[in-house]
């Protein structure tokens, strides 16, 4: 008697449905994982702006509150801080900030003591001029502030630049001066130069970051990433534009922050 030989293996409708499975296993594996990597990446480009952010606002907090600051508090401004000009800035006697642009200011200081550096790095030239305390300082750091065409917060000090941090698509500066009835009380903020009867008691600015990565926004249009850099700041629709001619999807943050020029305060 002849057993009947049985079939093993498998037959084409079972190996077709079993490549139907596997293939929708491995798109939704595939799409898990460009989602987390888009999710990442937008994480991390956040993080960048934030930090970016947090360092442009350190940087020009500590920078701007020195202004004004001299080694002898009962020494006169003026006889402190003459006519001079330097790193591209020229002061009246008496100045320490100065107007230069909307994105792009002057300051000007005395070192407190011989360990203290400008905005590129370098320390005093005499260090014995700090051995007593409260004498005057024969140097005066001049350090101008401003952002390049490659979009970087760039800091100058005679022919020596410093690049702090890139991706600043814009920076403004706001001074909050008093009036010749009221010299110690802030009356307005202006976007232009003041007048010899405006004294700086602040100084406001403004940000804009963008990050390196692109394609970041999916759902949103620049129009509508730009809109509180436009409100806030007040960039005119060339400027506007321009930004947006250079968009490929990237993340913007706007931050704000005001100092007061202590050093000019009573």
Known sequence: MKLKQLQTGLSLIELLVGMAISCFLILGVTQIYIDNKKTYAFQQNLSENQEGTRFALLFLQNELGKT??????????ETAFPVATASGCTFAAGQTVKYVSANSICIRYQPKDEND????????????????????????FTEKLSVNASHELVCTRGTNDAVL???????????GVGSATSPQVISAYIKTAPSTSQPVLSVRYSTLLRSTGSKLRESVDADAALANWKELLGASDAEVTAVKTLDKGQIYQVSQNTVMLRNRMP
Not at 68 to 77: A, K, L, M, S
Not at 119 to 124: A, E, I, T
């Open 117 to 140: 550096r400008d905005c590129v790095g370098n320390k005093v030239a005499t260090a014995s001029d700090f051995t007593t305390p409260y004498t005057k300082a024969t140097e005066i």
């Open 68 to 77: 004004g600051y001299r080694r002898r508090p009962d020494e006169p401004v």
């Open 165 to 175: 941090i890139s991706g600043v698509m814009d920076l403004r500066f706001e001074f």
